[in-house]
């Protein structure tokens, strides 16, 4: 059974960093795509960022892009959200997932996505 557990959510100004981590267990991850997802209430589900498990290659979301960091660790099953320069629309749940066998086409989908953790939450006060 796999398992997601995030962890390194919080309270943080404008400006300023967090990490959040992703523990994965249950099975062995080769072949998969693991990625961060962000929810605020009333919206759907958002593709944050991305990255092959295999290889290593990473996607993210436009928003994102030169502030935060998607990173692994295969040896310990980690997955890992390096959040810089925050802002408070960074504000959200975010959601660690795993998706088996994902074309780089298709990591921005939600759907695509086999297994969640429960969430982890993020405030960014301006």
């Known amino acids: 059974q796999v398992t997601l557990v995030e962890s390194g959510g919080g309270l943080v100004q404008t400006g300023g960093s967090l990490r959040l981590s992703c523990a994965a267990s249950g099975r062995t991850f080769n072949g998969y795509a693991m990625a961060w997802f962000r929810q605020t209430p009333g919206k759907e589900r958002e593709f944050v960022a991305s990255?092959?498990?295999?290889?290593?290659?990473?996607t993210y979301a436009e928003s994102v892009k030169g502030r935060f960091t998607i990173s692994k660790d295969t040896f310990k099953n980690m997955l890992y959200l390096q959040m810089d320069n925050l802002k408070p629309e960074d504000t959200a749940v975010y959601y660690c997932?795993?998706?088996?066998?994902?074309?780089?086409?298709?990591?921005?989908?939600?759907?695509?996505?086999?297994?969640w953790g429960q969430g982890t939450q993020v405030t960014v006060s301006s």
């Open positions: 990255i092959k498990w295999s290889g290593g290659s990473r």
């Open positions: 997932a795993a998706g088996a066998g994902l074309i780089t086409s298709r990591v921005r989908l939600e759907s695509a996505y086999d297994f």
